[in-house]
């Protein structure tokens, strides 16, 4: 049974079921660091992360979370015709910092205007009780999600990637997390160094078995100035093909359970930054080829689960 009519749970369904309008997300950039970067655990990052670790640069131009939150909804609205929001913590470690520092950012967020909830992006060796308590007490009355960063379920990659932590640390903060109201979202990137199509979908088996609510796959691309750039200049690297990626995909979504939320398919680079491969910036034509794929393949999200075919 075909249970979306995108073949998959879409985030915007969720959201409009959930709230019963259009909600959208604004990225927001706090200033928090990394301790794969600030020599906590290392100073360079992963492997395909720049300084900027996919931020928008709007902490370093002075603009406060309320600032950039204002401008958000009003480009937001105008676009998407929008009428709540969810703020999102996106750039570098979004629980890295001392709880007070945590409270006074989260808490300034939510007291935005027709900001629904907080999604809060982080790495898994980057929460504890006392973060975790003060989410639960933001999901009493808001939409909470916190997101993941596993990218591989397999060791070894993570070690290639310089990743900083292993799968079992993803497992210990996925069970940390669960029955506090807070939902968890996985980030996977597909087309890792030295990964085939079978890990990638050994990957997506251990988070089907683990009762994550969302997930987020990304293409791996090359961005100027990473450790990435300089291993694909030198032929070590070789980018998938949007044929390969859209196939991956879907293979993916037929492992990934119906219950579970697809916030994101691909990913946004920032143009004037990458290097390779220059499909990645055609978003709206390979979520165009994913639907289309699902379609001649007569496949849907969940079919190859357990409960897939209920």
């Known amino acids: 049974m075909i249970p979306y009519p995108k073949r998959y749970y879409d985030f915007n369904t969720y959201l409009r079921n959930t709230f019963g309008c259009r909600v959208q997300k604004i990225t927001i950039d706090a200033g928090f660091t990394c301790p794969n970067r600030d020599g906590s655990l290392s100073t360079g990052g992963c492997v395909y992360c720049n300084a900027r670790g996919s931020g928008t640069g709007a902490f ?30 996106q750039s570098f470690t979004n629980t890295y910092a001392p709880i007070e520092t945590l409270k006074k950012t989260y808490q300034e967020a939510l007291a935005a205007q027709d900001i629904v909830g907080l999604s809060i992006g982080t790495r898994p060796d980057c929460v504890d009780a006392p973060v975790l308590d003060l989410l639960q007490g933001y999901a009493a009355h808001h939409l909470i999600w916190i997101e993941y960063g596993l990218q591989s379920a397999h060791d070894n990659t993570l070690t290639t990637i310089n990743r900083g932590h292993d799968v079992d640390c993803f497992k210990q903060a996925v069970r940390a997390t669960k029955n506090r109201g807070i939902s968890i979202c996985a980030h996977v990137i597909l087309g890792l160094p030295g990964e085939t199509r079978s890990h990638m979908l050994e990957t997506a088996e251990f988070l089907a078995d683990l009762g994550i609510d969302g997930l987020k796959l990304h293409l791996l691309y090359v961005v100027q100035g990473t450790v990435l750039d300089r291993w694909y200049q ?21 492992r990934t359970p119906q219950t579970v939320i697809i916030q994101r398919l691909t990913g946004d680079p920032h143009p004037h930054e990458l290097v390779a491969p220059q499909w990645s910036l055609q978003k709206t034509e390979t979520l165009a080829r994913i639907t289309r794929r699902l379609e001649e393949r007569d496949t849907w999200q969940g079919r190859l689960c357990a409960t897939g075919d209920s």
């Open 60 to 89: 370093h131009k002075g603009l406060s979370i309320s600032a950039q939150l204002e401008l958000g909804r009003h480009r937001l609205a105008k676009r998407y015709k929008a009428k709540k929001f969810i703020a999102y913590f």
């Open 234 to 254: 030198a032929g070590g690297y070789r980018c998938l093909s949007q044929d390969a990626y859209v196939d991956l995909v879907c293979d993916f979504l037929e």
